[in-house]
Every structure is written in structure tokens, then in C-alpha cells.
Nanobody
Framework: QVQLVESGGGLVKAGDSLRLSCAASRRTFRPYAMGWFRQTPGKERDFVATITWIDTNIYYADSVKGRFTISRDNAKNTVYLQMNSLKPEDTAVYYC????????????????WGQGTQVTVSS
């Protein structure tokens, strides 16, 4: 059993930055990819970014391109999401996810999920 533990959320103002972290509990865990999704009340979980573990292929949602950067530290089994130039519409619960199969942009493609961390951006 692998647990994903997120940290780094909080309340910031528009234009500020935040960095989210997600650590896998098992050091031998080697996913195909890890990613970030976000969700607001009453809406589906939306793809934000994903990164493959071996060849570092990266994909972003159009809404965050140029502002968010995903990265990973293999030695620490940790994936990061650097969020710059935050906007009120970025407010959501952010979830870390991992997949053993492919770097999909759909939530259904991920088998492992963190508990979520709240990001609130005030105007």
C-alpha cells in the first residue's frame, strides 16, 4: 500500500506563489507518472500537470501553462508543483496522484491519490 502525502497549500493573494509537495510513503515505489489535479465544490477533478518518472515527459493543462511547473525528485520519491502568478480561479483542493500505466490527463487513469490540500487565492 502506498500513501501520497501532500503539503504546501494555503491562502495567498493574486499574483503570489506557492509550492506544493507530494511524497510517496514507500521508498521502493516507482510509478510510471505522478501528477496533480484540482477540484472545486460540485465540479469534476480537473487535470493540472503530470510528469513521467523515467524520461521526464511533462504535460500541463492549458490554464496553467507558463505559470505552473511540475518537477520530481526521484531520490525522495517526491513530486512538486510550483505555482506562480496565482489567480483567484486557481482556488481549489489540489490532489496528488500516481499511475503505474501511462501519463494520462484523466483522473480515471490514476490509481493512487493523496488526501488533497487546499489552495485559496484571494483577489
Amino acid at each position: 500500500q502506498v500513501q501520497l502525502v501532500e503539503s504546501g497549500g494555503g491562502l495567498v493573494k493574486a499574483g503570489d506563489s506557492l509550492r506544493l509537495s507530494c511524497a510517496a510513503s514507500r521508498r521502493t515505489f516507482r510509478p510510471y507518472a505522478m501528477g496533480w489535479f484540482r477540484q472545486t465544490p460540485g465540479k469534476e477533478r480537473d487535470f493540472v500537470a503530470t510528469i513521467t518518472w523515467i524520461d521526464t515527459n511533462i504535460y500541463y493543462a492549458d490554464s496553467v501553462k507558463g505559470r505552473f511547473t511540475i518537477s520530481r525528485d526521484n531520490a525522495k520519491n517526491t513530486v512538486y508543483l510550483q505555482m506562480n502568478s496565482l489567480k483567484p480561479e486557481d482556488t481549489a483542493v489540489y490532489y496528488c496522484a500516481a499511475t503505474d500505466t501511462t501519463a494520462t490527463t484523466t483522473a480515471q487513469g490514476y490509481s493512487y491519490w493523496g488526501q488533497g490540500t487546499q489552495v485559496t487565492v484571494s483577489s
